[in-house]
Each structure stands twice: as structure tokens, then as C-alpha cells.
């Protein structure tokens, strides 16, 4: 159960992180966007709506691991894709991004409490602490590297994280007991 609370805090650092510091991009050069059209990519959450339904249905027929493992893999190419100079592939790397975010999130927090027999709220919680502690870390940390090194540093220092969340999420779904 502790791979889930860690792919809990992987997923959840990248995407805090991303969305932490994407309106600095966003408001500089060649883009130059105000803060008000910036605040509007946070509709971009209506994709993790649709996501949350499409995979959680996907997870009833195939199962949670593999339908995280699908999801840890789009979050990495959307943040992949934010790489791109032209304004629009980076919208749509954000939106394939947060469609993999809330695949991920929506499963494994059903999952975690299912996989345990017992104190099912306990398992709940800690699955949020892990979740909000990544939140914390990465969302905090991503600064240095946009500082240092521009979005590209961004980008690498999230894409290693989601690798290791997706190493997480493919031992998690070899394990018998957890497909």
C-alpha cells in the first residue's frame, strides 16, 4: 500500500508544481499573456473531470493498475509536451497532463482503501497526507528549477519523478493481489 501513497506524492508534486509555475512562462516572453487569460487555463481542471469518469469507468473493466499505470504515462507526455514553443501545444500539453493527473489520482485513491481489509479511513488519510505532502515538496522545490534552469528544468526535474511513479505503478500492477 505504501507504492500508492508514493505515486500519491509523485502525481500530485508534478502536477502542483506544473500548475505552480506555468503562469511564469506564461506571463514572460515570447508569450506575454496577462494574469487574467493566464487564470483561465485553470479550466483546464474540466478535463480532470471528464478524465475522473472516463478512467474510473476504464478501472471497472480492466482494473486500477493498469488504468494508473495508462495515466502515469499520458501525464508524462503532457508535460512532455509543454516543452514546445507554440502557445497552443503547450495548452494541450497541459490539458493531456491534467487528464493523466486526475486518472491517476481518481484511481489510486479508490484503490488504497480497497486494498486493505481494515481501518479502510486510516488508509484513506494517509493516502491524503502522502498526496499533500508531494503537493508541498514538489510544488516548493519545482522554484529552484524554474529559477536555475528555465521550464525545460521543470520539465526534466517532473518527468524523473513520473518515471519513478510509473516504476511504482508497474510493480504495483505485477503484484497478484493488487490487479
Known amino acids: 500500500i505504501i507504492m500508492i501513497y508514493l505515486i500519491a506524492f509523485c502525481v500530485m508534486g508534478c502536477f502542483v508544481c506544473t500548475y505552480n509555475f506555468i503562469s ?16 483561465f487555463i485553470f479550466v483546464l481542471y474540466f478535463v480532470g473531470s ?35 514553443m507554440p502557445l ?26 480497497q486494498s486493505c481489509q481494515n481501518d479502510k479511513a486510516q488508509v484513506s488519510a494517509m493516502y491524503m ?8 515538496t514538489f510544488g516548493t522545490i519545482g522554484g529552484t528549477f524554474l529559477s536555475n534552469y528555465g521550464w525545460n528544468g521543470i520539465v526534466i526535474f517532473e518527468s524523473g519523478i513520473l518515471i519513478l511513479a510509473f516504476i511504482l505503478a508497474m510493480i504495483l500492477y505485477k503484484k497478484k493481489e493488487y490487479k
Open 129 to 136: 497526507l502522502f498526496y499533500y505532502v508531494g503537493a508541498s
Open 24 to 39: 511564469y512562462v506564461l506571463m514572460a516572453e515570447p508569450y506575454n499573456l496577462s494574469q487574467t487569460v493566464i487564470g
Open 50 to 84: 471528464i478524465s475522473s469518469a472516463v478512467m474510473g469507468s476504464l478501472s471497472d473493466r480492466y482494473g486500477h493498475g493498469i488504468i494508473i499505470v495508462i495515466s502515469v504515462i499520458i501525464q508524462l507526455v503532457g508535460i512532455l509536451l509543454t516543452v514546445f
Open 88 to 113: 497552443i501545444v503547450k495548452i494541450i500539453g497541459l490539458a493531456i497532463f491534467t487528464y493523466g493527473f486526475f486518472g491517476v489520482h481518481s484511481n489510486a485513491c479508490a484503490w488504497a482503501p
